[in-house]
């Protein structure tokens, strides 16, 4: 799978692949633990960068999705604050 397609896929199915990839990666590593031969030998390397594509699409998503709720947070503090402020200069035009 290339990352393209990786990054259209949603985070549950990411974690579901994700899975699944880590028990691929367990069974290839028993068979060259016991010395028994894997299918193919190159597998391993596939699914150990595999797993990583995942991780990082994963670690980017969560960035996002948390620079967006900073920017929301931001944005409603400065809403209070001007509100805030325009709340003291109606205060004193009315004493005036």
Same mark, same amino acid.
């Given at each position: 799978?290339?990352?393209?397609?990786?990054?259209? &896929?949603?985070?549950?199915? $990411?974690?579901?692949?994700?899975?699944?990839?880590?028990?691929? $990666?367990?069974?290839?590593?028993?068979? =060259?633990?016991?010395?028994?031969?894997?299918?193919?030998?190159?597998?391993?390397?596939?699914?150990?960068?595999? &797993?990583?594509? &995942?991780?990082? $699409?994963?670690?980017?998503?969560?960035?996002?999705?948390?620079?967006?709720? =900073?920017?929301?947070?931001?944005?409603?503090?400065? =809403?209070? =604050?001007?509100?805030?402020?325009?709340?003291?200069?109606?205060?004193?035009?009315?004493?005036?």
């Amino acid at each position: 799978m290339k990352i393209k397609e990786l990054r259209s &896929i949603s985070n549950e199915e $990411l974690k579901s692949k994700l899975i699944e990839l880590r028990k691929e $990666l367990i069974k290839s590593n028993a068979q =060259v633990a016991t010395g028994t031969t894997p299918k193919s030998p190159g597998q391993i390397k596939q699914t150990k960068k595999m &797993i990583a594509k &995942i991780l990082t $699409l994963q670690e980017e998503k969560q960035k996002i999705t948390s620079k967006k709720e =900073v920017e929301a947070k931001t944005q409603k503090q400065k =809403v209070s =604050v001007k509100s805030k402020k325009e709340g003291k200069s109606e205060k004193k035009s009315e004493e005036g």
